[in-house]
């Protein structure tokens, strides 16, 4: 084991103390890679963000202030701290000043009213309309002429197309 630690590289051998110090014996091999991957990144970020704060203070060079800012602003941007106990106390006290609603005592699984509900059944079909009786009726005179068919003659009823009409309708309610 001796020989792999003096193969590791300095950041390596850095975040392995640093797990070690943390009283932390058993871990895979991949751990400290995956820590130094956060670490760079991380750090990476940070001196980005140092980058643009000194330039927009129209300064050449990435001083401490900078660096400093960049952090503070990771840490505000990244960790937000709860609320003081007594803020969330007070407000515990609020809300359970107001009474839960009676329940309705019925069989089966109590569920909310269906105004409350983003499921509410709402179906749409396309129901087409019926058509005129006088052109679905045949006559026996239509009959005749059918037999006797005339390429020149277009067979087209005056019956204008029609739309299907659409309808919603909420299901209801089923009893058992």
Not at 17 to 30: A, I, Q, T, W
Not at 110 to 127: C, F, H, V
Not at 136 to 163: C, F, I, L, W, Y
């Amino acid at each position: 084991m001796a020989d792999r630690d003096e193969d590791l590289p300095r950041d390596a051998k850095i975040v392995k103390s640093l797990l070690k110090s943390m009283g932390v014996e058993d871990y895979e091999p991949r751990v400290i890679h995956q820590f130094l991957e956060l670490w760079y990144r991380y750090v990476v970020d940070v001196l980005t963000d140092a980058q643009v704060y000194s330039e927009h203070a129209g300064k050449t060079t990435i001083d401490c202030d900078d660096v400093k800012l960049a952090i503070q602003s990771k840490v505000n941007f990244s960790f937000s701290q709860p609320p003081p106990r007594e803020v969330l106390l007070e407000l515990a006290r609020n809300r359970n000043k107001i009474p839960l609603p009676k329940t309705i005592a019925g069989p089966g699984i109590p569920l909310p009213p269906e105004q409350d509900t983003l499921i509410s059944p709402n179906y749409q079909l396309a129901i087409p309309r019926k058509q005129p009786a006088q052109a679905v009726e045949e006559t026996e005179e239509d009959e005749a002429g059918a037999s006797d068919t005339n390429p020149s003659r277009d067979q087209k009823t005056d019956v204008p197309q029609q739309t299907p009409q659409r309808v919603s309708f909420p299901l209801g309610k089923r009893t058992m």
